[in-house]
């Protein structure tokens, strides 16, 4: 018998779903279930926003999380004699992880290290820095790969002979193979909660992240989600995964939530779940809204997250945003209606053709459509989304963590380091209104613009 240890680093607020759901993917694999054994180890870690990167002033949470690792897992670790460890990365994580994968492969040299996730912005640099790493999987869809990774591990399949991965030949040098090519299949897309239920007792106030859908039909050219596709989960395993999970938030991640079939999964769940937050997006049809609002309406509280990232054509049409916003200034006050549902805006700053003057201006509009309001700082997506545009629209970013926006087609390094003082600033971990965002901003862009 194998065993693998996947280390799960995550925050507090949310228990990820990255390794649950690639382990039990694979474990439906007859040979695997039958050769391997799974454990779990999940440290939870101190909420950090990149805002505070940018700042670069969180570094004693940082320390705090390194502590407490050590003294809590790394003998856990070393104790749980893997033969494969895998782990998965986020932005918020990135630190911890980089830190803990080293010292892990100082105590357990002999034991390989399998890496994935969306938080890795430029692979090939930060593998051929942190050696550690002996595979990353650059997939989105990262089941197959996974599986792929532990029939190597058994002998039964060479490591040329996997799609999706970075790995080290003979000579230690990287090699990137090509994307995979095997589908998730809709029947195939499992839960994540099929062999690790969720722990009670780690973490008291977390929401609970679910899929039903996986994928977006729309292709906004900065986002490592939409790829033209879309599937869902099995709707009678929805329903009954779902009713066994603890009764807390519910936090699903879908891109979209009225689809004929999502919507009949909301209206199942409603009189189990209290609470719901989900993600939305506009692209909708605007025939089913109505249905869709009287849905929404049973929960307790609904929260919606979405926007146009921009009011500006001109920007709006240069990334490709398929956003109608008149669909979207249309949801947003049917939410405003009501009591228990609210939309929470988004926008990105530092989008091609975005100067300064258009972001002053999508904050100003942002105050009459949304009651809370997130804004983003445009991050490099991970799995390689943005880099053919990145020339075209003269977008650079740092190549080192935390990846920060150094200029665009319509910002210099001077203006993009003002926007990072100022958005470090703007966010905290709580929502702030619109009004007083857009204030606050107002009052650092006069100061940047008088100084220079
Ligand atoms: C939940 C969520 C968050 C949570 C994370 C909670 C958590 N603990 O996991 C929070 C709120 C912290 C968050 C933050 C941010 N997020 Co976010 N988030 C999501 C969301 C909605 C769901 C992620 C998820 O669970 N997916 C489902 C699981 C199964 O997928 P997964 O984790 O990627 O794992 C798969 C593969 O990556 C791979 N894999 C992962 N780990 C491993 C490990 C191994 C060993 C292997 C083999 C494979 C593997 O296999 C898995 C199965 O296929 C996604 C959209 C989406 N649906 O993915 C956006 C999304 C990833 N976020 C996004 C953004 C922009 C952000 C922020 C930058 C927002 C901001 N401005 O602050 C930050 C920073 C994120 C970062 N880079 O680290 C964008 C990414 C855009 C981009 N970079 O292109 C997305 C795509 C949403 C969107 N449309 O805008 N996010
Ligand atoms: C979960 S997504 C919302 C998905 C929803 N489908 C939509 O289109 O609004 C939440 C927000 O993340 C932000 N976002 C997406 N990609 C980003 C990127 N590359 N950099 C910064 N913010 C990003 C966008 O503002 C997006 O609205
Ligand atoms: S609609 Fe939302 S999830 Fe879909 S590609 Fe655009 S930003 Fe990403």
Redesign the pocket.
Known sequence: MKKVLLIEL??QK??????R??ASYSFKDSLIKEKISFELIEIPLDFL??DKFYQKNSYTKLLDNLKNIETNFLEKIKLSKPDLI???I???NHLELTILSKKIKNILPSVKI??????LMFPEEYLKNNNQFDIY?F?????E??KD?LYYMLGKKKIEEIEGIFYRDNLNTLIKAKNSSKILETQNFYG?YDIFPINNNLVKDFSV?Y?ITRGCIFNCS????GDNKIIHKDLDRVIYEINKLPDKKLFL?D?FCNTPDHMYVLSKIKKTLPFLSL?ISYQVNKNISEDFFKILNEFKYVELLSGPQSFNETVLKSVKRTLNLDVMKFWSNECKKTSNICNLGNIIMGLPFQTLEIIEEDLYLSKKYFKVLNI??L?P??FY?LENSQKKWGIEFEKTFPHGLLKTNALTEKDTMFLRKAYSGLIGTDYINPELKYNLFNKLLIEYKNKS
């Open positions: 995550f925050s949310v228990i990820p779903l990255s390794l759901t690639v926003f990149e895998c782990m998965s986020w932005f918020w399998f890496l994935g996730g969306q938080g999987c997939e989105r869809y990262g089941e790969v996974f990774c994540a992240m899929e900065y986002c490592a989600w991640v891109s993600f983003n700082l991050v997506s991970s989304v």
